[in-house]
């Protein structure tokens, strides 16, 4: 049976094309307010000088692009990678361990496991923030204080160089894990289960069907799932500003922050604006990697 | 003309403004209106909300009053005062903003509305309306509460004979305050080491924490981050570089535990929870540190002036912005929180006046006698420049700090890096010319 080819025109005389473009003209409308405007008008911030406290200034072309060569923007910039990589690996490795053990059809109870796996990611990074910034409070939180039981001095945590960024990724491992873990079990219950069934027979032991048959063939979903967690984290930004502003020093600084803080402490909206254009061309990058990868599977 | 009489005239002008006119002034032009107002979450806010229904009795208007932390409120403010139509009515505007603000033309001059209905500001302590009354010689504020900075002490600790024989065991006089920072270093990592407790409790959390602390020991020294005259930056001196060599030293040797990421709150719980013997804090965490619900301090806290040259001073001011809908209203309330009544009210629920006759009030003294100080630690106080972009000052500060004291980078060394920055800053600044 062959379909029919729709008329390339209509008896009114307007094209078919004519009429898609009608009808998506007010999604396009809506699409350019809400999304390409403040682009553009961002773009066109940060082409100019523009310190709120003295009004907008000459336009500058790329010369605030150039605080992309300067230590300061190099500082933060290293900070967010190792954030990034810190806690996508480390998040990666828990969710797909948790995600492993409430596959295994010998688990009970799996649906309260899920539950409670998952209110983490319920909460907002602000309340987790407020949560974590009591129980690590040095002199007053439950931490120093159990492990003052057990000997151990009392730690400064967010406000020790040394701890600082190590304590801020444990609060993000308990926040975000729970996200790779909902998209990672998903697909691990979307595998087909006929080749794991195959290799059984053949002998394979479980680390061999692990590797050789359930790795292989959820890799697309691995793969998204970290691409995703990266694009967030590469953003990170509310639960740095609720803990540790940054510091101490500059040690947990993210570019976002950076970018929050030359917009609201600096009030320079020109800089600002171009070091989030700079992080959106990372992220941008990012997600054209993710939308190709997803295109090969 | 003695200040006392001046006192006393600025009273009976409050007296009369509050019990004639200014009531009616309310009502004709507040009936119906509502007042937007964003306030800080202090005890002179919270005392405000308790007598606010008391201007709407009076005016016929609704007050809408939002107190939030105070890292929220420049962010909340800057948005809202850059828009033709602004969220608020009636700003709070800390003397560090009070530049930028003018500059940018976000509050109204409050001259000619102070001179039409005759409020004396000569009963605000003069140091006050400096930092944050007038900037260029035009009155923008009235001052709501302030800041003052010194040193709160255990004084149950100082006052017992084991600790004052050791003392004088260990610096060979008797015990006294110090007078000098170096003294005041001295003594708190000696004292940490007596007690077992943090000999100083520190606030080294970026941006402000740190800086409004720093600042302290800068000024003590006799430091400053500009040459006021010529606005060339001051910073790279040998004050200023022995002012931060010692701020890093006590946090290192003296102060409790996490202090690099504490904040005020921070350091007023540990004070409270018997865990420092001293610290260079406000003195507005007087009245929580004096809290039985949540202090084990109270009756053992005492407050001196900042040992050395000078503190750091600081206030918040009431102002009218200029996208304010209502600005006779806003004044009329302006006029209502300043009167007698209602700033002793804020006063006695543990404000910090900005008003000299508060103290000398016998009543006020006796509710809050570590107040009395407050003469004292003004007249040896300064607040930081008036300049547009001091707000960015306070963050560039804080990155020398942070640079010394998270990255172990030697203080001249910090300051240089900064010193170009610091000069950006003051670069076309209208209000240092």
Partial sequence: ?297 | MTRLKKTGLGVTAALLMTASGALADAAAVCQGKTLNLLLETVPDSTALFEVAPEFEALSGAKLNMEAVNYSLMHEKLVPSLTASSGSYDVLVVDSYWAGEFVTANWILPLDERIAADGVDTSVYYPALMDVNGKVKGTTYMLPFWQYAMGMLYRKDITDSAEFQAAYKEKFGRDWRLPETLQEYAELAKWAGEFTGKAGVAMSGQRADPVVMEATNYLFSLGGDFYNRETWEPSLNTPEAIEAITIYADLMKNAAQPGALGANFDDVANALKQDKAVMAIQFLFLMPTLQDPKESQVVDKMAFARMPGQDSLLGAWGWAIPTNAANPDCSWEFIKWAESKDVAMKRAMAGGQPTQAWIYEDAAYLERWPAMSAVGGALAHAKGLPVMSRATQLVEVFAEVMGDVLANGTDPATAIANAEDKLARLTRGDPLLK
């Fill in chain 1, 1 to 297: 049976m062959t379909r029919a080819t729709p008329p390339s025109s209509r008896r009114d005389g307007f094209s078919v094309g004519f009429y898609k473009l009608l009808f998506m003209a007010p999604t396009i409308l809506v699409l350019a307010l809400v999304v390409a405007g403040p682009l553009l008008y961002s773009l066109w911030l940060s082409l100019h000088e523009y310190i709120i406290t003295y009004g907008m200034g000459d336009l500058i072309w790329f010369e605030n692009y150039t605080l992309m060569m300067s230590d300061e923007f190099a500082g933060v910039s290293w900070v967010t990678m190792k954030l990034t990589v810190i806690v996508v690996v480390l998040e990666f490795l828990i969710a797909f361990g948790l995600a492993l053990l409430l596959n295994q059809p010998w688990l009970k109870m799996r649906n309260f496991y899920l539950v409670v796996l998952m209110l983490p990611i319920l909460m907002t990074p602000v309340a987790v923030a407020l949560m974590f910034r009591l129980m690590f409070n040095p002199n007053l939180g439950i931490i120093n204080w159990v492990l003052a039981q057990v000997g151990i001095p009392e730690q400064g945590w967010f406000g020790d160089p040394d701890l600082a960024l190590a304590t801020v990724v444990f609060v993000d491992i308990w926040n975000e894990t729970s996200l790779m873990l909902i998209m990672l079990y998903a697909g691990l219950k979307s595998l087909p289960q006929d080749p794991v069934e195959a290799a059984r027979i053949d002998g394979a032991s479980s680390w061999q069907i692990l590797w050789h048959v359930t790795l292989p063939m959820l890799k697309p979903v691995i793969l998204v799932t970290l691409l995703i967690r990266m694009i967030t984290a590469l953003k990170s930004y509310d639960l740095i500003y609720m803990l540790t502003q940054g510091g101490p020093g500059k040690v947990t600084e993210t570019i976002s922050f950076y970018a929050y803080r030359l917009g609201f402490r600096f009030l320079d909206i020109g800089q600002a604006a171009a070091v989030s254009f700079i992080l959106l061309a990372a992220v941008v990058a990012l997600t054209v990697l993710l939308l190709r990868i997803m295109k090969e599977n």
